[in-house]
T-cell receptor, first 110, second 115 residues
Framework: TQLLEQSPQFLSIQEGENLTVYCNSS?????LQWYRQEPGEGPVLLVT?????EVKKLKRLTFQFGDARKDSSLHITAAQPGDTGLYLC??????????FGTGTRLTVIP | KAGVTQTPRYLIKTRGQQVTLSCSPI?????VSWYQQTPGQGLQFLFE???????NKGNFPGRFSGRQFSNSRSEMNVSTLELGDSALYLC??????????????FGPGTRLLVL
């Protein structure tokens, strides 16, 4: 079983603060994806990282894939209330077969 | 272009019954995957269908089954429902180009409550 552990599980911060969410595994993945899920909706893909050491930026979000392709991090700069949601990492051993992480529930307080 | 649609959105059943959930993928998408989301176990992969054939399967009992039709629409069935089957069932579709960078688009899910 391929497990993806995310930390922290819950995070509550003030608007304008920075935060980092971690996604760790003992398994190597060919790619890793980050999703955000809001209440009553399905997860929405934010980014896919493929190469070890890769860094991708999406406005205030920075994603990094570990050199060994076993871990990843998501850093949010100057968090806003609209960033509130459940953040999920997902490893892809296959193209349409995702192993999801345990999730980080982020609340940004105005 | 319409997104992934799932019906029904909410469902209440009792133990021992069976249930069928439906998923209509984005037009042109050939792969449909099903996931179960619970507070305790998180999001877990059930199975994936491509060209009316089950291509990948997760670690769920045989009570969970699915199928895909020629128009790529998919259904999943759960027989002999148990209390632990209460969950949000999510369907995702993709173009199925075979790339590990492929994007899956999720529907809003069907929330099943088993009493």
């Amino acid at each position: 079983t391929q497990l993806l552990e995310q930390s922290p599980q819950f995070l509550s911060i003030q608007e304008g603060e920075n935060l980092t969410v971690y996604c760790n595994s003992s398994s190597v993945f060919s790619s890793l994806q980050w999703y955000r899920q809001e209440p009553g909706e399905g997860p929405v893909l934010l980014v896919t990282v493929v190469t070890g050491g890769e860094v991708k930026k999406l406005k205030r979000l920075t994603f990094q894939f570990g050199d060994a392709r076993k871990d990843s991090s998501l850093h949010i700069t100057a968090a806003q209330p609209g960033d509130t949601g459940l953040y999920l990492c997902a490893g892809a051993p296959g193209a349409n077969n995702l192993f999801f992480g345990t999730g980080t529930r982020l609340t940004v307080i105005p | 272009k319409a997104g992934v649609t799932q019906t029904p959105r909410y469902l209440i059943k009792t133990r021992g019954q069976q249930v069928t959930l439906s998923c209509s993928p984005i037009s042109g998408h050939r792969s449909v995957s099903w996931y179960q989301q619970t507070p305790g176990q998180g999001l877990q992969f059930l199975f994936e269908y491509f060209s009316e054939t089950q291509r990948n399967k997760g670690n769920f009992p045989g009570r969970f089954s699915g199928r895909q039709f020629s128009n790529s629409r998919s259904e999943m069935n759960v027989s002999t429902l148990e209390l632990g089957d209460s969950a949000l069932y999510l369907c995702a579709s993709s173009l199925a180009l075979g790339s590990n960078q492929e994007t899956q688009y999720f529907g809003p899910g069907t929330r099943l409550l088993v009493l």
